[in-house]
């Protein structure tokens, strides 16, 4: 039997609060998600201001880095370079950049969604969370 790493609800809520914090020092109104291995919500932060639409788009960017153990930004670039038929993967919805897996020791443990603001902003404020963990 193997044995696997899960995130605690301490650690959701360190990251959740070292995103914001990276999100509030550069005035970005954003959501921010934070979903377990399988793509579930353990984590859903609207920021003042961010855009309604943001929390929908936040977990579906979460959830599709946590299932696929990689940046939505691969999904993303993969159809803008032309492999269009990917757009019809199952359960992957949020295939933009923003999505970031949480990976330790080889292990997906979850993913971190961002929306709300430049794409590779939303990807900062998602790694700013993650390194968290190692704090």
Do not use: H
Request: proline share 3%; with cysteine.
């Amino acid at each position: 039997m193997q044995s696997k790493q899960i995130l605690s609800l301490d650690d959701v809520k360190k990251i959740a609060a070292a995103s914001e914090a990276e999100a509030k020092a550069n005035n970005w109104a954003v959501t921010i998600s934070v979903v377990d291995d399988g793509g579930n919500l353990l984590w859903l932060q609207r920021l003042d201001g961010a855009a309604p639409i943001s929390a929908d788009i936040a977990p579906a960017k979460a959830r599709t880095a946590a299932l696929g153990r990689r940046e939505t930004k691969i999904y993303e670039d993969m159809i803008n370079t032309g492999r269009f038929s990917f757009i019809t993967a199952p359960r992957l919805e949020g295939m933009l950049e923003g999505g970031v897996p949480i990976m330790i020791n080889g292990q997906c443990l979850g993913a971190v969604g961002v929306s709300g603001v430049k794409s590779s902003e939303d990807v900062q404020i998602a790694k700013a969370g993650i390194a968290a963990l190692s704090n």
